[in-house]
């Protein structure tokens, strides 16, 4: 999905949502989707007042959930006590597992279409419905292993 496909995407989701297409929601919004990596509510923040110093940091707490809730966005949680997030590019609805390196916190993340078909298949044994499934794997860099230290630190 190229970035202004994915703009029209929220644009028509803030108008379904009765919300209105603000410079500081678009700029939140291409600043977001231009980052490579996961990040933070505060680099979000970084970048997006590169576009438009107007954004402030209340902005971007709102614009979140917004954007989450569009599904152009992806929270992913590690339990660090800071959230993650990274841009829905190529629009899949399929589940992703991540896995994250324990030194430096980096994380990868991997296709895991099987985790909806484990959670049906273990909730229907108990007579329930899933709501929601989520797989984390913690896990060491190689050369982390071998010297003790993660090279991606710091
Ligand atoms: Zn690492």
């Known amino acids: 999905m190229s970035i202004t496909a994915a703009r029209e995407k929220f644009g028509v989701f803030l108008v379904r949502k009765g919300l209105r297409a603000t410079s500081q929601r678009l700029a939140i919004f291409d600043a977001a989707f231009t980052l490579e990596e996961h990040f933070t509510a505060d680099q979000l923040l970084d970048r997006a007042r590169k ?26 949680d590690i339990g660090s006590g800071e959230k993650f997030y990274r841009p829905n590019r190529d629009g899949a609805t399929t589940q992703v597992a991540q896995v994250v390196c324990v ?51 710091g």
């Not at 576009?51 to 599904?71: F, G, K, N």
């Not at 959670?119 to 860099?141: D, E, F, I």
Request: charged share 20%.
């Open 51 to 76: 576009l438009d110093d107007s954004v402030s940091r209340a902005t971007i707490y709102r614009t979140l959930p917004i954007m989450t809730a569009s599904a152009l966005l992806r929270e992913v």
């Open 103 to 153: 030194d430096c916190e980096k994380i990868f993340e991997i296709s895991a279409p099987f985790m909806e078909w484990y959670s049906s298949t273990v909730s229907s044994k108990l007579g329930l419905t899933p709501a929601s499934q989520r797989l984390q794997v913690s896990a060491n860099c190689d050369v982390f292993r071998q010297s003790g230290a993660c090279p991606r630190r």
